[in-house]
T-cell receptor
Framework: DTGVSQNPRHKITKRGQNVTFRCDPI?????LYWYRQTLGQGPEFLTY????????KSRLLSDRFSAERPKGSFSTLEIQRTEQGDSAMYLC????????????FGPGTRLTVT | AQKVTQAQTEISVVEKEDVTLDCVYE???????LFWYKQPPSGELVFLIR??????QNEISGRYSWNFQKSTSSFNFTITASQVVDSAVYFC??????????????FGRGTSLIVHP
């Protein structure tokens, strides 16, 4: 399978704990995006990377959130001191460089903060 | 700022009916890209079509067709002879230039299509 993969698929954590998610994009894609999706909503952009450079961050991305893509391949999204409002599906997508190319989405990581 | 409005929250049809999903967008960019994605019950979004702002030619792909009209800022999606497997949430998205200069997609809230046998 050469699609976008995300791990873990589900994560249940207690409020205040830190969590980290991983995304492995399609190998030849140099752009990688993170989104958050809550029930009944479309994906909301969080941040994106072109190779290892983080080029854009949404205002939704508070200082408790950090993302990395150290070698321009896989990426991690960390949430520190989780809050119940962080409960959502976190989606990763990758694409070729130009905006006109479609994004390929992974299956997502569902986070539940209790 | 850019915005995508999908006014239809849920549409329910019987198999073989035609159905149109509406998408209206707002942007100040002259260059932008429009997309439709399908999110089946399994959850993974699947790309359906891309259209750039300079190409208003309508497109047909099998039972799917798209009507792009810049004059009304709309990019509607029609499924002809719907099938149960078409049941999914459909998202319209607009990729325009963000404040940082990058093209960032904005998604609508989605339209849930239920096709009954």
């Amino acid at each position: 399978d050469t699609g976008v993969s995300q791990n873990p698929r589900h994560k249940i954590t207690k409020r205040g704990q830190n969590v980290t998610f991983r995304c492995d994009p399609i190998s030849e894609h140099n752009r990688l995006y993170w989104y958050r999706q809550t029930l009944g909503q479309g994906p909301e952009f969080l941040t994106y990377f072109q190779n290892e450079a983080q080029l854009e961050k949404s205002r939704l991305l508070s200082d408790r959130f950090s993302a990395e893509r150290p070698k321009g391949s896989f990426s991690t999204l960390e949430i520190q001191r989780t809050e119940q409002g962080d409960s959502a599906m976190y989606l990763c997508a990758s694409s070729l460089e130009l905006a006109l190319y479609e994004q390929y989405f992974g299956p997502g990581t569902r986070l539940t903060v209790t | 700022a850019q915005k995508v409005t999908q006014a239809q929250t849920e549409i329910s049809v019987v198999e073989k009916e035609d159905v149109t999903l509406d998408c209206v967008y707002e942007t100040r960019d002259t260059t932008y890209y429009l997309f439709w994605y399908k999110q089946p019950p399994s959850g993974e979004l699947v790309f359906l079509i891309r259209r750039n702002s300079f190409d208003e030619q309508n497109e047909i792909s099998g039972r799917y067709s798209w009507n792009f009209q810049k004059s009304t800022s709309s990019f509607n999606f029609t499924i002809t002879a719907s099938q149960v497997v078409d049941s999914a949430v459909y998202f319209c998205a607009l990729s325009g230039r963000a404040s940082g200069g990058s093209y960032i997609p904005t998604f609508g809230r989605g339209t849930s299509l239920i096709v009954h046998p």
